[in-house]
């Protein structure tokens, strides 16, 4: 007779497995066997009901092996059911994480380009950023103008009352002292840190970002401009991982970083934009203020035909001529160079002309104006370690005597009608702001009918061809020559034609200054 | 009362079981479909609350399907949200005229989860 075979039961409970055996015949309990799930979670339990039964199969008593074996394969597979399941909602959050960041990085560029102020793009920035990496707390601290010093400018917490988040300003606008720690780190651009949050609360100034943490800190730099010359505007800071409606509270990884840095670029690359902007608003303005202080028309005076013209190729120049009257009633006229062809050129040259005309006033000597004039603003170029060239004429209406005085500036040249040749009338007057205390004379020159004064900047002789070469006076005296016969504004259009048509067009030159005196009087008396 | 039904259309899996998975952990009984054909199935079988339906799919588009059941009396009162790759912006006004919602891709799970809950009246 064929023996009966026993009935065995499995039941689960917790991370253990357990088969039972059942004698066929009289149901008396044979053997007991456990086997233990390889991980101490409870997902058993609910995977096979909540009674723990989960079959009942007939075995027989002498395969105690087999049912091991058989135990031992149902815990692995329960274990590695468990394990799939783990990863795959651990991979839906991840997409979904993803999905929030390249949802948000779209707003975020979608909206930046409406934000009026630099606090309107940091909100917008921190607010995407806590949404999309779901956090406790995502605060935006700006580098302050004083060394070491930040404020907090946008602080974003979770609303309680909703799925949103709100803007937190009660830390915001206090200013604090950074010393040292992750923050000084970050903006250092040494660092995107993630940081734990024992080291965060003992670095962070109290009241600030990481000073409240309680599990991990997310740090990035705010940052624009490439790698030589780049400006830190301050950084991102991301506390606690927050779950949020789909996703468990995840810790700060790469994904979270690179989302942070995403943002974080984002909000550099605007700000940094906004900056520059700014600036060239200012230059703009700068450079109208700077055009509409030369001379609108040629100064008219009987016996004299005059034309000048200052072109600059930067935004800011500083080349200035002018035509200013002296006490004596004689008209000065005035060329100049300050070295550098910049902002602060610019506002050297401005100063200087406002001294130049208030000592016109009250000079009557050209290099009694000169003197007064080094003496006026000595201090402030030797400060500044720029200087100034300058050369000057005074003229006295319907007379061919003129004086001439020269600080160091490029010879003005001189067309003589009578022979056809051009002079050059070399200075010997030294350079504006390089020495205290000098005095400056004028030299008389005397024209005649049809004569050509020329007072140039090296902007003219120095342009440089394409191959290297520069314009040099000769070249110059030769246009002089060529066009001396014709009007001021003629032989001012002839040179700054020549020096256009010789230099590289390609490079932004130097500025270009020159004046046309042209006497049309009679000879010297 | 039972959960709402949320059925989600999606051709890219990764998607669609992300999304389900979102909408699962916000308590929605969540069904698939990953063409149109199989969506107008499960929405005569279970006649969800609130249906997600991508616009691109093979076969049949969002577009038609949200037809069919706009068409359909029976299926009246049925939320229909049309997503669709941005870009595609022409669309908007047929979406606009058939659909309760039309957002367009990449679209925020957060925002997805929190227009669920208004159409639903939760």
Redesign the interface.
Known sequence: MQERLPDMLVRAFGNEVEARLFSGEDGTELELFRSTCPDDRTVVQSLVGIDGTMLGVQVPTDRADAIRALLDSIARQVHDLDQLERDM?SM??S??AQ??G???L??VVQQISVCRTDQELASLAIESLA??VSVERASFVRVLPQQGVCEIVVEYVPDPQT?DYRFDESRCGEPFHVAGGFLAEVLDGRATAIIPAEQAREEAVPGTPGSDVQDQLLAVPVRYGNAENRTTVGAIILSDPRA????SARQFGSQEAELAINIGSMLGAAVGQRRFAAVDRELKLAKEIQHQILPQVPAHLDGFDLAGRCETPGAIGGDYFDFVPLHDGRLFVFIADVSGHNLASGMVMVGARSALRLLAGRESQPGAVLTGLHDAIYDDLSRTERFITAAGTALRADSGSLELVNAGHNPPLCFRAATGEVEELPGEDPILGLVPGISFEAQPLNLSHGDVLLLYTDGVTEAVAPDGTMFEEHRLAEVLGRSAHLSAADILNAVFTSVREFADQTEAGDDVTAVVIKYVGEASS | MSARKVLVVDDEPIICRSLSFALRKDRYEVFEARDGEQALEVIRKERPDLVFLDVMMPKMTGFDVAEQVRQDESLAGMKIILLTAAGQEQDRNRGESIADEYLTKPFSPTNILALTRKLLGE
């Open positions: 909602e839906y959050e997409s979904l999905m929030e390249v949802a948000r779209g707003q949404v999309a799925s949020n409606l789909y996703a």
